[in-house]
């Protein structure tokens, strides 16, 4: 995969020092006759989370010292081996030579490699000196491995690519301007798009994709690295590369034009005044480049949301003060007018900072999986395939920073002991290539991460004898769901062989730990021969959430913009009593069900006619519905706050938000409405 | 005298402190320590399928709360909202609520032998939320117990209160 790890790498680095911190922390307290037997397993975690992020971005040298550390806490941890005063030293060492590395990565300080050789054989030496010096295999510890190589290199070249996606390419909800950005990053790039099918104007669907892309790349990229982008959008058939020649360069490629018109032609209003918001530089969650060390500050969450909530006060006040000048004459306030104009712009700035702080998509940890995933799959000899669906989903930051490490344990967990060797899956009837899928969307009040596999389920026997085994109470009686519950058990692995992929049992207590420590709740779902599905629904805390006001009566409204489909005025001629309450709507062929926001809500005084109101089109989770509404009053940016914190759960909403004016409006959730609606 | 003083010898005593509150004619007093402040009435943005007296939420310097109108609850006096409309926010059971009175009278210091049992009668207020009465120049004070009353499933504040109504019903 072409994707660059290294804008992650800072955030590995604070996590290792961190966790390294942690570590001599606890070793300096530590009272070696009698330790704590959660301090031994905080420091193991502390390691495993080391070598888990050390394999991943690719520093294999660090991945062996802390493997060698972790193979002999283990043995520590479950007792094997008494805790001495010597190795508590060693195990210092240890952590000192692992910060060495992470210095060396980091700043390119220079790192001793007779002290990290000199750490790992006294490591081995007190493993092999124990009872059972066969439970972890060294890896080749004194031979660090040297820096990646550099990646092969071939003539620059000029090729044509020609995509031309199916029709139903945006309602797979593909979007091409991320694939446009990363071919750019390869080389000289230039995009033309062309109408590819011509249809009347009448019955048009701007659903359908008729476009075609036509691209020239100058790259020293191979066409596979090309095809590579393309993964998971275009089939074998759909895309089309040649290499060209060096006349033809300068005779064929196309005049640059601009890709943005062409490329939202297709799709949804409201979805693409979303999207573009999201892509402008420097909106939410987009990171300058993080280069320079101390480029971030660690500030704890409890000050950030003090610092939004004084932040809504400020809008909230702004808005007061315009709210009173306008009543002032205009000509001899002419000073405090332009203050005030000062002022709004100001406060605007200053909250889409302030928002920024938190809110950032959840791709910032997905993106770390294609490596991942490829690369274990390799080394275990499997074909697996990523899928990843609502990367955009936005999450607050303190959570996508906790997410990380119990995801990064899914997926292992999924690709080492959920999907089957190609010839386990042919043999059961399936396609050689298992699927792992991560998923995240915001339902209602929640976000739901999920992580799912199409591999073997979880197996009901090993884990009953593993936890026999391990000493945990079982019986034969228990459900499915209890039986699931052992596996987040501290300390229990089904895995027969310890690999450094996984399978010393930290995985799922320690994703069990990190999600309750975030207020979300872990659900696992298997069954045998299908594959498994770990789904972490997370509270909604903070979030922002781009939305539309209307009006209904004399209440205002949110709609989440990513829930509209497109807001129309329908002719009396499109409306069909159905029943005697029922109305459809007439939609390009399709009938669509209306339901009324001042019945669902009980307002008085909304328009009553459909051709007198507005019909927004919403997606309640792949249903269509129409909405009627007044009035639409505009686009904003809300923030989400919690109704249930003093009341409870008001049906229909995903919570409430502060207005301008102070007043307070609610937030609609298009799934629970049409629950509401259906239930009236 | 200091406000610290006088807490030091309320507490010896065992007397405490009250809010007294008038709902149509009757005063009620409640315990000073779960009032976080008072203010005038403010419009609210009703919540649909609510009971009459639940008027909706207001937000409180970035934090949503839920107002009530004691006065449609318990029906006493007149449900009217003008400028002397007085809505007291407590803060209890880790909730922060605004409730709509007639009006908001004084601070009481009453000692336990200041107050009597409540004897079963019809006041407006279910006796079961009545802790007990209490008498200040000659007046007779209903004592409330706020906790208990904001957390009864009848006023459908809370999900738990939710659920046990679903029971009953």
């Known amino acids: 995969m072409t994707i660059d790890l290294s804008q992650f790498y800072q955030v590995f680095f604070d996590e290792s020092s961190e ?10 307290a530590i009272d070696p006759a009698n330790p704590d037997d959660e301090d031994l397993n905080a420091v193991f975690r502390a390691a495993h989370s080391i070598k888990g992020g050390a394999g991943t971005f690719g520093f294999p040298d660090m991945a062996v010292v802390t493997h060698t550390l972790e193979t002999l806490l283990d043995k520590v941890r479950h007792h094997e081996l008494a805790l001495t005063p010597e190795m508590v030293d060693i195990f210092l060492q240890a952590g000192d030579a692992i910060s060495m590395q992470l210095a060396g990565h980091r700043d390119g300080s220079r790192v001793d490699q007779q002290v990290v050789e000199r750490v790992c054989e006294r490591l081995q030496a007190i493993a092999a000196n124990s009872t059972a010096p066969s439970a972890a295999a060294p890896m080749q510890a004194a031979t660090p491995a040297p820096a990646e190589p550099p990646p092969e290199t ?11 996606p199916p029709a139903d390419l945006y309602n797979r909800m593909v979007r091409m301007e991320p694939i446009f950005d990363e071919l750019k990053t390869m080389g000289e790039f230039t995009v033309t798009g062309r109408i590819e099918t011509q249809q009347e104007f009448d019955g048009y669907d701007p659903t359908r994709c008729r476009m075609a892309w036509e691209m020239t790349l100058t790259t020293e990229r191979t066409v596979e690295d090309i095809r590579e982008v393309f993964m998971f959008v275009a089939d074998e058939e759909e895309l089309f590369i040649e290499k060209q020649s060096p006349e033809a360069r300068h005779t064929a490629a196309p005049p640059p034009q601009p890709s943005d018109s062409a490329a939202g032609n297709g799709s949804v209003m409201g979805r693409r005044m979303y999207d573009r918001n999201e892509a402008a530089p420097g909106a939410y969650g987009r990171r300058a480049g993080e280069t320079a060390e101390a480029s971030s500050i660690r500030v704890g969450v409890a ?30 306030h002419e000073h405090l007018h332009r203050a005030l104009s000062l002022l709004e712009r100001n406060t605007r700035d200053l909250q889409e900072s302030v928002m920024s702080i938190r809110m950032m998509p959840i791709n910032f940890i997905f993106s770390r999986f294609p490596r991942l995933v490829h690369d274990l799959a390799e080394k275990l000899g499997k074909q697996v395939e990523l899928k990843l669906v609502g990367e955009t989903t936005e999450l607050d930051k303190g959570l996508v920073e906790k997410l990380a490490d119990p995801l990064t344990h899914l ?13 386990v899956r042919i043999a059961a009837g399936k396609s050689p290539q298992g699927t792992i899928t991560l998923k995240a969307a915001q339902q209602g009040g929640r ?17 009953l004898a593993k936890a026999a085994q ?22 229990f692995s089904t895995a027969e062989q310890v690999t450094d992929v996984s399978g010393r049992g930290v995985g799922m ?24 599905r770990v789904v972490i629904s997370l509270p909604l805390t903070l979030a922002i959430l781009d939305g539309l006001s209307v009006r209904v009566g004399s209440e205002t409204f949110i709609m989440p913009l990513n829930s509209i489909i497109e807001s129309l005025q329908p002719l009396p001629s499109d409306l069909n009593e159905v029943g005697r309450k029922n109305t459809t709507v007439h939609v390009r062929g399709e009938y669509i069900p209306l339901m009324r926001l001042d019945d669902i809500f009980s307002i008085a005084g909304a328009a009553r006619r459909p051709e007198e109101a507005v019909v927004m089109l919403v997606d309640a989770e792949g249903e269509r519905v129409a909405l009627l509404v007044d009035e639409l009053l505009g686009q904003h940016q809300v923030v989400i706050k919690s109704i249930e914190t003093n009341y409870r759960k008001v049906d229909g909403t995903a919570g409430a938000t502060i207005l301008g004016n102070g007043q307070v409006a609610l937030i609609l959730d298009a799934v629970d409405m049409v629950r509401l609606w259906r239930t009236h | 005298m200091s406000m610290d003083e006088q807490t030091i010898m309320t507490a010896e005593s065992g007397a405490r402190e009250y809010l007294t509150f008038t709902l149509g004619r009757e005063e009620y007093a409640m315990d000073i320590l779960k009032v976080q402040e008072i203010r005038g009435y403010d419009s609210v943005t009703q919540i649909a399928n609510t009971p009459d007296f639940m008027k909706g939420v207001i937000n409180l310097r970035g934090v949503i709360v839920p107002i009530i109108d004691m006065r449609i609850k318990f029906n006493l006096g007149n449900a009217v909202y003008d400028e002397f409309t007085v809505v007291i926010i407590i803060n209890v059971l880790g909730r922060v609520i605004g409730m709509v009175v007639d009006g908001v009278s004084d601070v009481v210091t009453l000692s336990p032998g200041q107050i009597r049992p409540a004897p079963e009668f019809g006041s407006g207020i279910n006796a079961e939320y009545i802790t007990g009465i209490g008498t200040v120049n000659e007046q007779m004070l209903i004592l409330t117990d706020i906790e208990r009353l904001i957390g009864s499933a009848d006023m459908q504040l809370t999900a738990a209160a939710d659920n046990r109504l679903d029971l009953a019903a």
């Open chain 1, 19 to 28: 966790h390294l911190a942690e570590m001599e922390r606890i070793f300096l």
């Open chain 1, 154 to 164: 071939s003539p620059i070249t000029t090729y044509r690519i020609v995509f031309t």
């Open chain 1, 303 to 332: 000050k950030v949301d003090q610092l939004i909530n004084q932040m809504g006060e400020l809008v909230i006040t702004q808005a007061m003060l315009a709210q009173c000048a306008q009543q002032l004459d205009p000509v001899q």
């Open chain 1, 411 to 423: 997926v292992r967990n999924s690709l080492d002991h959920g999907i089957e060797s190609p010839e």
């Open chain 1, 447 to 463: 976000v739901v991460v999920e992580v799912a596999d199409d591999g073997a389920g979880l197996n009901r026997e090993r884990i």
């Open chain 1, 470 to 491: 391990n000493g945990l109470p079982v019986s034969d009686s228990m459900s499915d769901e209890e039986v699931w519950q052992l596996i987040f058990a501290p300390g």
């Open chain 1, 509 to 532: 207590d320690v994703v069990l730990r990190n999600v309750h420590a975030m207020g979300g709740r872990v659900n696992l779902f298997s069954s045998p021969g299908t594959g498994s």
